[in-house]
């Protein structure tokens, strides 16, 4: 990997270059503060970065800010984002997060750990360019319906839609809020209807299309409180909200259904959609560590799969009925 330092503490980016060089099979390039960082990354109009190490704390622009602008080029759009700071507050991670950050590793750190989160961004990049490959290639072919490739578990990166982080970061943040306070928030899940069904008549492009259209519908409708949201793969969008907000799920899901019925979504052959969302329970995270809290993501996640599964059960239940009346 090809890797991008950024750091207003020259010891520690000495430190940094001489892991990478000790690690191996690894380039590091450094950057002193975030303008010099965005100079790099103009001048190599390629995006030849693999991954990029942010410290948060730096002089006139933060780790923080040069996150959001590193997500607006969309050569980087979903290049790991690792910070390393020694910011540990809530309010830094939160925002970390929310600007696009995929980890955070608090200094001092160990080289164990490093070592073992960049084995994992490796990976990370590898899953993500094939998962890319499949869904653009066969946009650029136009793939008729019924040829999806793309996995319905997979989770999908979503961009430019408000509070919305890819899976793999959600999981990260979770982890850091072990390290944290966790008081006030909570955890809550969507799930799409008949996702099956929508899956098996797309096209890779015309299902990645609407799993972003549902992600802006719902971060839309969420808007006025404070959240993060991630596709967890199956139809499933889980999020976690803050400061307090436990909400209604009934009326929330009525909420988000009411604001996709007002939305024409089509697909290529100009029909229109019709999808809809069943909620689980939200669960709060209050006074949870460790693997409870990861326990609760999937208990939200499992729970809003089910109001689905049910939604349809009584659906065709009804129809039945119907028809031997």
């Not at 089509?266 to 999808?275: D, M, Q, S, V």
Request: glycine residues 8%; proline residues 2%; hydrophobic residues 45%.
């Amino acid at each position: 990997m090809r890797i991008l330092a950024v750091d207003d503490d020259l010891i520690i980016l000495e430190l940094l270059t001489q892991f990478v060089q000790a690690v191996g099979d690894h380039e590091l390039v450094t950057a002193e503060s975030g303008s010099e960082a965005l100079d790099l990354l103009r001048a190599e109009a390629k995006g030849t970065f693999d991954c990029f190490m942010l410290d948060i704390q730096m002089p006139n622009m933060d780790g923080i800010e040069l996150t959001r602008r590193i997500r607006m080029m969309s050569r980087y759009a979903e290049t790991p984002v690792l910070m390393l700071t020694a910011m540990a507050d809530k309010r830094y991670i939160d925002g970390a997060f929310a600007a696009g950050a995929t980890d955070y590793v608090t200094k001092p750190f160990e080289v164990a750990e490093l070592k073992a989160r960049l084995g994992l961004v490796a990976g990370m990049i590898e899953g993500r360019r094939a998962r890319t490959r499949k869904i653009f290639a066969a946009s650029a072919v136009g793939a008729q319906s019924g040829s999806a490739t793309i996995e319905l578990h997979e989770p999908i990166s979503i961009h430019d839609v408000d509070n919305v982080i890819e899976y793999v970061a959600m999981e990260n943040y979770v982890q850091q809020l072990t390290r944290s306070s966790l008081f006030g928030s909570s955890t809550f899940a969507f799930t799409m209807r008949e996702i099956e069904q929508y899956h098996a008549a797309m096209s890779p492009f015309e299902f990645y299309s609407l799993i972003s259209d549902m992600a802006e519908i719902i971060s839309d409708t969420l808007q006025g409180h404070q959240f993060l949201m991630s596709y967890a793969g199956s139809g499933t969008f889980v999020c976690i909200t803050e400061s307090g907000w436990r909400p209604d799920m009934g009326r929330l899901v009525d909420a988000v259904n009411l604001s996709l019925a007002r939305t024409e979504l089509y697909n290529n052959a100009g029909e229109r959609l019709h999808p809809r969302v069943s909620g689980g329970d939200v669960v709060r995270l209050i006074w949870k560590s460790g693997a409870a809290v990861m326990d609760a993501l999937a208990t939200a996640h499992a729970t809003a799969e089910a109001a689905s599964a049910a939604h349809g059960k009584s659906q065709t239940d009804y129809w039945n009925m119907g028809q031997i009346a």
